[in-house]
């Protein structure tokens, strides 16, 4: 089956460690989403590949990163990570169309990773 | 600019009652509307979705919702709740163009508990 796959589900990593979390997806879709999840909150979207075209939103902090290598595969980094970067983090695919307009897709979500910080 | 408000961030039904979960909307295009399903530890799930078609839209899971332009709302409703649906819900909407080209605004989520 088509889908979004997320590795780890479960991460821990101490206080200022570098950590790499990825996503793949065998939807072929053009574009890719990573989101923040807090306990309780909504997701939160941290920035999305258009293609290779990288769109960050304003209020993501310079200490996420993300890479997209192929059409298949985004990682998302994050460069030090601290206590209040705990987290769900979840990876989701859509595909537009252009036909006189461009139709949104819809959004396909990942399983997610919890990452942990000690 | 877009928006999502869910009325009630805890919802509590006895099993085989009726399932009402409210989400209002405010987008300045003509929006797209889905409904999410997120059980715990689990990504989101896709329970359905209003892209301008029929305004009363069927789901998985025995799940519906009703797209009202003039209430600006699309709440979901489930006829007879089972033990299984106890989920947090999610309502989101899409916008049609600029910068709000497809990406998803969420509201607050609403916790459903089912009783037996």
């Known amino acids: 089956d088509a889908m979004v796959i997320q590795n780890p589900r479960y991460q821990v990593t101490q206080f200022g460690k570098p950590v790499t979390l990825s996503c793949s997806q065998t939807?072929?879709?053009?574009?890719m989403y990573w989101y923040q999840q807090k306990s309780s909150q909504a997701p939160k979207l941290l920035f999305h590949?258009?293609?290779?075209?990288?769109?960050n939103e304003a209020d993501t902090p310079d200490n996420f990163q993300s890479r997209r290598p192929n059409t298949s595969f985004c990682f998302l980094d994050i460069r030090s990570p601290g206590l209040g970067d705990a987290a769900m983090y979840l990876c989701?695919?859509?595909?537009?169309?252009?036909?006189?307009?461009?139709?949104?897709?819809?959004?396909?979500f990942g399983p997610g990773t919890r990452l942990l910080v000690l | 600019a877009q928006s999502v408000t869910q009325l009630g961030s805890h919802v509590s039904v006895s099993e085989g009652a009726l399932v009402l979960l409210r989400c209002n909307y405010s987008s300045s295009v003509p929006p797209y509307l889905f409904w999410y399903v997120q059980y715990p530890n689990q990504g989101l799930q896709l329970l359905l979705k209003y892209t301008s078609a029929a305004t009363l839209v069927k789901g998985i899971n025995g799940f519906e919702a009703e797209f009202k332009k003039s209430e600006t709302s699309f709440h979901l409703t489930k006829p007879s709740a089972h033990m299984s649906d106890a989920a947090e819900y999610f309502c989101a909407v899409s916008g049609s163009g600029g910068t709000s080209y497809g990406k998803l605004t969420f509201g607050q989520g609403t916790i459903l508990t089912v009783h037996p």
């Open positions: 939807l072929n879709h053009n574009v």
């Open positions: 989701a695919t859509s595909r537009t169309r252009s036909s006189g307009g461009a139709d949104r897709e819809t959004q396909y």
């Open positions: 590949y258009y293609d290779k075209d990288f769109n």
